[in-house]
């Protein structure tokens, strides 16, 4: 299976300011998605982002809030904008390969203070 | 709106005994069914994979499907103390190994010795 490297692994940061999470897959895959765990709470889907086009939000994400880029198959960054302490959370990102299941990465622990 | 329930827990079992997790879905189209184990702190692991009714044995682990109920389980068998985990049940709706998933809140498992 896929194997990804998500860093940051954890980051403070001040409210009002913007954080990129970066993800990079050892091989070329169609689709990546962008998810986000809450404290105590399960995994919500931010995004889909696929190569060559616009990522596409889920109910709830815009994408002035958190922009997507994807310049090629095996790359991608979520930015955070504009944080505030509602968006501690873990963002994860994740890929799937056929009937191999879905990767994550290791997560981005973030923290608004 | 697809929606995944799993069984309320927290769920706690004696080191040998086995645990028992359940799972149901929403939406009848659904094809493939997933299972993922995550530690406090970290990324949720794939453990199991289903896409046809019946069980699927990997080692301690027996996934259970029926489709018709709309329903998928998760044992463990021989339960140890390094099993004790969230539990994630997650459904991919489109039939396509590249769609989304969607998550159920998970059932946290407490293995004591």
């Known amino acids: 299976s896929a194997v990804i490297s998500q860093k940051p692994s954890r980051d403070i940061c001040q409210r009002g300011t913007s954080l990129t999470i970066q993800c990079q897959v050892d091989?070329?895959?169609?689709?990546m998605f962008w998810y986000r765990q809450q404290p105590g709470q399960s995994l919500t889907l931010i995004a889909t982002?696929?190569?060559?086009?616009?990522?596409?939000?889920e109910s709830g994400f815009v994408i002035d809030k958190f922009p997507i880029s994807r310049p090629n198959l095996t790359f991608s960054t979520l930015t955070v904008s504009n944080m505030s302490p509602e968006d501690s959370s873990i963002y994860l990102c994740?890929?799937?390969?056929?009937?191999?299941?879905?990767?994550f990465g290791s997560g981005t622990r973030l923290t608004v203070v | 709106q697809k929606e995944v329930e799993q069984n309320s827990g927290p769920l706690s079992v004696p080191e040998g005994a086995i645990a028992s997790l359940n799972c149901t879905y929403s939406?009848?189209?659904?094809?493939?069914f997933f299972w993922y184990r995550q530690y406090s702190g970290k990324s949720p692991e794939l453990i199991m994979s289903?896409?046809?009714?019946g069980d699927k044995e990997d080692g301690r682990f027996t996934a259970q499907l029926n489709k018709a109920s709309q329903y998928v389980s998760l044992l463990i068998r021989d339960s140890q103390p390094s099993d004790s985990a969230t539990y994630l049940c997650?459904?991919?709706?489109?039939?396509?190994?590249?769609?989304?998933?969607?998550f159920g809140r998970g059932t946290q498992l407490t293995v004591w010795p």
């Open positions: 982002a696929n190569q060559g086009s616009e990522a596409t939000y």
């Open positions: 939406d009848r189209g659904s094809q493939s």
């Open positions: 994740s890929v799937t390969q056929g009937f191999e299941g879905y990767t």
């Open positions: 997650a459904v991919n709706a489109r039939g396509s190994t590249l769609g989304r998933l969607y």
């Open positions: 289903i896409y046809s009714n």
């Open positions: 091989s070329q895959v169609t689709m």
